[in-house]
Structure formats: structure tokens, C-alpha cells
């Protein structure tokens, strides 16, 4: 079945400086690819998404690339700051498939070091 | 919040009791989810449904069971058969396969 592979399980950075999070799937119709951020004892919440139409997408401070031919892709935060500490989770699934189910990688935990 | 509520958010149980949990949503979402996390670990996906009267075991379905006899309603019992059920439960709702919305969460205390 379908599987996401997340890198690395913990990340710490500096403020300020960049992080990187990478992520791999096997199923190669995954169309839709969410990155989710939970904090502490919270739920989780979409922080940016990407569909295999496009190769890349920014908002503000984090971007995502995708690429199709190595099933793989990545989260960028850039002048990361305190309040970015918190797990992240990758996702891939079929898009708008009726019997679609996300599937999540195993999580990130960034850091933040003042 | 999003639209999506599971009551309560804290719950404790003896040992051998069933327990249901609740999940509510008003987004008109057809696809609904239920993931069990434990501390510091992933998303672990038990039960889906993608449409009324209709649902599907997902990775860990042993020890649960589920309903879904309402669009907006989505509860999932947790049954004396779960040998480990204390845990961080989350409820999600999705148009199908696109982004999810999750609830508050249910902090489940077994002893």
C-alpha cells in the first residue's frame, strides 16, 4: 500500500536560519501532497499544500517543491522564528478519489534555538 | 474552530469499560476520519468513512468500531478488546482526499 516516508524525526535551527523537511511516497498517482503543523497538545493544521500539477508553491516564509519523477518532496521554512517550533507532518494521497485516504509521514519535531 | 467538535476533551475510564467518543460537523464534508496519536508519535489512521452507511477499517482498526449513520456524525467506540487505548484521539473531516480538518482532539485516560 501507499507509504510517505518523513525526514528527519527531529530538527533543531537556529533563529533565523532555514529548515528543511523531506518526505517520500510509493504511490506514484498521489496527486495531493498537505503539510500540516500541530503544536503542543493542539490539533493538527494545513500550513501549505501542493498538487502534482505544480512544482513548487510559497506563502510567505515556507515553501514546498515537489518532484514527480523521484516521488519527493520537501517543506522550506526560511528566518525561522521562536513560535515555528512545533511537530510537522507530511501527507500524499489520491486527490479527489472516492476511496482516497491521506496517508501521513511519521512527523518532524523542529526546534527553535534562541 | 473549523466546524469540527469532539466532546469531551478529556475522558477517563476503568478498564474493561466501552467508551464512545464524539465527532460532529456541520461542513458538509462527506469523508470523515479517525486517527489515534500517542505521545510523540505520528498519526495512526483506525476507521474512515467517505460516505453515509459506510465505512472502512484503516491501520489499526482492532479494538474500535464505528458508526456513521449521519453525515455530520462520525463516533467511535472504543472497545474493552483495545489492550492499549489510552491515547490522544483525533477526528478529521475531508471533501475526499483533499485537505483535512481536524477536531480538538479527546484525551482518553484508561486505568
Known amino acids: 500500500g501507499e507509504n510517505v516516508e518523513q525526514h528527519p524525526s527531529t530538527l533543531s535551527v537556529q533563529e533565523g536560519d532555514s529548515a528543511v523537511i523531506k518526505c517520500t511516497y510509493s504511490?506514484?498517482?498521489?496527486?495531493?501532497f498537505p503539510w500540516y503543523k500541530q503544536e503542543l497538545g493542539k490539533r493538527p493544521q494545513l500550513i501549505i499544500d501542493?498538487?502534482?500539477?505544480?512544482g513548487e508553491k510559497k506563502d510567505q516564509r515556507i515553501a514546498v517543491t515537489l518532484n514527480k519523477t523521484a516521488k519527493h518532496f520537501s517543506l522550506h521554512i526560511t528566518e525561522t522564528q521562536p513560535e515555528d517550533s512545533a511537530v510537522y507532518f507530511c501527507?500524499?494521497?489520491?486527490?479527489?478519489?472516492?476511496?482516497?485516504?491521506?496517508?501521513f509521514g511519521s512527523g518532524t519535531r523542529l526546534s527553535i534555538r534562541p | 474552530d473549523g466546524g469540527i467538535t469532539q466532546s469531551p476533551k478529556y475522558l477517563f475510564r476503568k478498564e474493561g469499560q466501552n467508551v464512545t467518543l464524539s465527532c460532529e460537523q456541520n461542513l458538509n464534508h462527506d469523508a470523515m476520519y479517525w486517527y489515534r496519536q500517542d505521545p510523540g508519535q505520528g498519526l495512526r489512521l483506525i476507521y474512515y468513512s467517505q460516505i453515509v452507511n459506510d465505512f472502512q477499517k484503516g491501520d489499526i482498526a482492532e479494538g474500535y468500531s464505528v458508526s456513521r449513520e449521519k453525515k455530520e456524525s462520525f463516533p467511535l467506540t472504543v472497545t474493552s478488546a483495545q489492550k492499549n487505548p489510552t491515547a490522544f484521539y483525533l477526528c478529521?473531516?475531508?471533501?475526499?482526499?483533499?485537505?483535512?480538518?481536524f477536531g480538538p482532539g479527546t484525551r482518553l485516560t484508561v486505568t
Open positions: 478529521a473531516s475531508s471533501i475526499a482526499g483533499d485537505e483535512q480538518y
Open positions: 504511490d506514484s498517482a498521489s496527486n495531493y
Open positions: 501542493i498538487r502534482s500539477n505544480v
Open positions: 501527507a500524499a494521497s489520491l486527490g479527489y478519489s472516492s476511496a482516497s485516504k491521506i496517508i
